[in-house]
């Protein structure tokens, strides 16, 4: 029985399971130390933090620290007292290319390169009569076909606006008498010349001014007095003009 009671009260006097002894000091000291894990509530309780979360907190200091370093350290406490955290972001502004439009020849550049020369071996009358008849059903889309009970004034304010590049024109009348009669189809319309095809297979330069030339289609001709007509084929389709009881030349 002694046996017994001895062996309970050696048992009763060891440290309860979870605790250890520590000797500090000069005389040994009893300490209980809880190393059991404390729940969200418990935690806050006693005001015990986990190492990770101080480790966490430390790391999140830093962070703000480094991105945001105007702040001050009420202002970095203020941001963790939030539920979200914003960090300032600076994108870098990508400078915008200046696309150059590319520009067209000059007028002068174009002469130089001799661009709208007609070169001898292509001066031939047979090998532009196929673009006067494509320019013969232009003009009939455009009148909406040519009948013989179509007004002549409705033709003739379509002609003036229309594109005349593989026309049959005729000078018929003009100051300069050695220009009367050249017939030919239309290769060049410039502001002041005209340049024509004959069947003689011969390119001829016919100024405007001064001359009166006849455009035939159909069996309607129509006049075009070159004084007036001084215009750009671009500039003309958008030109109006007015009628004149009697036009000189």
């Not at 130390?33 to 015990?48: G, L, N, P, R, S």
């Not at 991105?67 to 203020?78: F, N, W």
């Not at 939030?82 to 520009?103: I, Q």
Request: glycine share 4%.
């Amino acid at each position: 029985m002694a046996a017994e009671e001895s062996e309970k009260k050696i048992k009763s006097e060891r440290p309860p399971k979870g605790t250890s002894l520590e000797r500090t000091g000069s005389g040994p000291r009893m300490k209980n130390a809880i190393y059991h894990a404390f729940t969200q509530k418990e935690a806050e309780e006693f005001d015990v933090q986990h190492p990770g979360v101080q480790r966490a907190e430390a790391f999140v200091k830093a962070f703000l620290k480094r991105s945001m370093p105007h702040l001050s350290q009420e202002a970095l406490k203020d941001q963790l007292q939030r539920k979200a955290v914003v960090l300032e972001y600076f994108t870098r502004r990508k400078r915008k290319e200046k696309k150059k439009k590319s520009k067209g020849l000059s007028a002068r550049q174009r002469r130089e390169l001799r661009l709208f020369d007609i070169k001898p071996e292509q001066q031939r009358y047979s090998l532009f009569l196929p673009l006067h008849e494509l320019w013969k059903q232009y003009i009939r889309d455009l009148c909406n076909g040519l009948k013989p009970d179509t007004q002549p004034q409705m033709i003739q304010a379509k002609l003036l606006k229309a594109d005349l590049h593989g026309a049959v024109i005729s000078v018929a009348k003009s100051k300069c008498p050695s220009y009367v009669g050249v017939t030919g189809i239309l290769l060049q319309e410039t502001k002041h010349v005209f340049k024509i095809i004959t069947k003689e297979d011969r390119l001829k330069v016919i100024p405007k001014l001064n001359c009166v030339f006849t455009v035939e289609i159909d069996d309607f001709i129509s006049y075009i007095y070159g004084s007036k007509f001084q215009l750009r084929s671009s500039e003309r389709s958008a030109k109006k003009f007015k009628a004149k009881g009697t036009i000189d030349l």
